[in-house]
């Protein structure tokens, strides 16, 4: 597990800059895979007796990536998290790697300058490739993340701005580099058979670090110590698609479309299909094999309760950190002070939620819009909508929603869409016989009822449907973005259950088209708790006006 914060270098404009979410990235996925009882793990860039951050070297990483693999069998899964800058180096003379842009991607360390070119303190993706491949040798199966700017090939280009990135602008090529061969065509470089590799954002987006529960984070990290967490209170077992899958989905949530953590899969890895998601993870990993979608990567050694427990209840909720522009200090201490669960964001805090009085919006921590025509009167709701989303984060379990244009899930899905655009969502992931209900939070709090429809919620066991056949989506079709908003950011969560959803249901049904955003989260945390299994799932939904 590997956290930067501090860099001691130089890049073109100075002293590189710092982070601040990373030690947190680290600290919580720490916690969690202590939860698995690992064989072995390895912390860098942190000393836990001083409690204080320590520089991370070359030598420390392929010191510890040699020690792993030495103490590791065939078969076993070797977990390997990077949260920090990312960068790009000029290829070596002769571009012998291909790389159509002429650079190499690199994971910057705690030393690295800009001026120190290929041979500073950074681990370039050719040595990256050279250690997945020595553990590809000994049968050793690896889960690679990396939460920085350097997605897909581990780097993106971006606009700096004042939102922190993970990222660090390379020195100019100083030369014409060859752009032959199959990276000049487009293709994305090879993952071997035995990884399974988790990036921060898609290739042309930035890693920018979010506010999550009051701390600076990275959406990619917060996503692996959730699912971690979850699973190791449940299952105990988590196979590769079952990983990334959740993975994705808590790190989408908590970007809040500010950019979308990518997996990439070894090119021969079979496609999924509900059955092979669903079966049993029995198999035996033997040497030389390749991550396919049904591979256990991670299993419990034990069930110790003391170990594995984690509590469903809700918690008291961490107030809200709100930053307030455009009104003067004792406005802004007014206006926070008669809100419930929020705190007045203070100089350097990170602040989950912005408003811009002045032109009455709402942006989330990247400044994003999240909702708009939101006047002091309606700050509560935007609140209440930012306190559910990180519960439905704990709460999700299961169940996959999918953005579908034109009949398809495709990067479109996650883009932020005009007035006017149409779309279905279908839902993965609901057993058979299982009743289901959907609704969606709006950025602005409402809550809106979409299946069963309002019109037919009063119907026996409230218009509620039962999943029919295990092996299909349902798909609820016809959901338009209207001309008349709300526009910003929305989250459309399912619910599925053996039992009938009536309180549930119920509640939805009275608050429809409401500002009612805590009523339906309580509701929803009875149903959570007294009929279990519960299946619960969400996905972020972005418009924009024309």
């Avoid at 070359?58 to 899964?77: N, V, Y």
């Avoid at 602005?444 to 979409?450: E, R, S, W, Y």
Wanted: glycine fraction near 10%.
């Amino acid at each position: 597990i590997v956290g930067i914060n501090t860099y001691t270098g130089n890049d073109a404009r100075g002293r590189i800059k710092s982070l601040r979410g990373c030690l947190n990235d680290a600290d919580d996925i720490e916690r969690q895979v202590r939860r698995w009882q690992p064989a072995g793990l390895r912390r860098l860039g942190w000393d836990a007796a001083a409690r204080i951050e320590k520089p991370v070297t070359r030598a420390d990483i392929f010191g510890a990536w040699r020690e792993t693999l030495a103490a590791a069998a065939p078969g076993d899964t070797v977990l390997f998290t990077y949260s920090g800058h990312g960068s790009q180096v000029e290829v070596a003379p002769g571009n012998p790697t291909n790389e159509a842009d002429g650079y190499d991607e690199t994971l910057v360390l705690t030393g690295y300058s800009t001026s120190d070119g290929r041979d500073g303190e950074h681990i370039l993706d050719d040595e990256i490739d050279q250690m997945l491949a020595a553990a590809q040798a000994n049968g050793i199966l690896v889960v690679f993340i990396s939460d920085s700017c350097h997605s897909g090939t581990v780097f993106r280009s971006l606009d700096m701005s004042d939102t922190s990135y993970r990222f660090i602008q390379p020195a100019p090529l100083s030369r014409a580099v060859g752009r032959a061969g199959p990276a000049a065509t487009g293709e994305r470089p090879r993952v071997l058979p035995n990884v399974l590799f988790l990036a921060g954002s898609q290739e042309n987006e930035a890693v920018p670090e979010i506010v999550y529960e009051g701390q600076y984070r990275g959406a990619l990290s917060v996503g692996v110590a959730r699912c971690l967490e979850a699973q190791a209170a449940s299952s105990g077992i988590i196979t590769a698609y079952d990983f990334a899958k959740q993975v994705l989905s808590k790190a989408r949530a908590v970007a809040d479309n500010g950019h979308h953590p990518d997996v990439r899969w070894p090119a021969a890895a079979p496609p999924a299909s509900p059955a092979g998601i669903r079966k049993a993870a029995t198999m035996v990993t033997e040497r030389g094999s390749r991550i396919t979608r049904d591979t256990p990567i991670f299993t419990l050694r034990s069930t110790h309760p003391a170990t594995t427990s984690v509590s469903t209840a809700a918690a008291d909720p961490t107030p809200v950190t709100l930053r307030i522009v455009g009104l003067g200090e004792a406005d802004q201490r007014r206006i926070v002070a008669g809100l419930d669960a929020a705190r007045l964001a203070g100089e350097g805090d990170a602040a989950a939620l912005v408003w811009d009085a002045e032109r009455q919006l709402i942006l989330n921590d990247q400044r994003q819009r999240i909702a708009e025509n939101v006047g002091a009167g309606g700050l509560q709701h935007a609140v209440d909508r930012r306190l559910a989303l990180d519960r439905l984060i704990r709460m999700e379990n299961g169940l996959e929603l999918k953005i579908l244009l034109s009949g398809r899930e495709t990067p479109a899905s996650d883009a932020t869409h005009p007035p006017g655009t149409q779309f279905d969502i279908a839902i993965a992931g609901i057993p058979d016989q299982h009743y289901y209900c959907l609704f969606n939070l709006t950025g602005d709090g409402q809550v809106q009822l979409l299946e069963p429809s309002p019109r037919r919620a009063g119907e026996r066991r409230g218009g509620m449907r039962k999943h029919e056949r295990t092996e299909a989506d349902i798909t609820v079709k016809g959901i338009v973005v209207t001309r008349e908003g709300p526009f910003g950011a929305e989250h459309v969560v399912a619910v599925s259950s053996e039992l009938p959803l009536n309180g549930l249901v119920a509640t939805l049904t009275a608050t429809h088209n409401r500002y009612a955003v805590p009523t339906v989260m309580a509701a929803l945390e009875t149903t959570f708790a007294m009929q279990k299994p519960l299946g619960v799932g969400f996905r972020g939904i972005y418009s924009r006006r024309a």
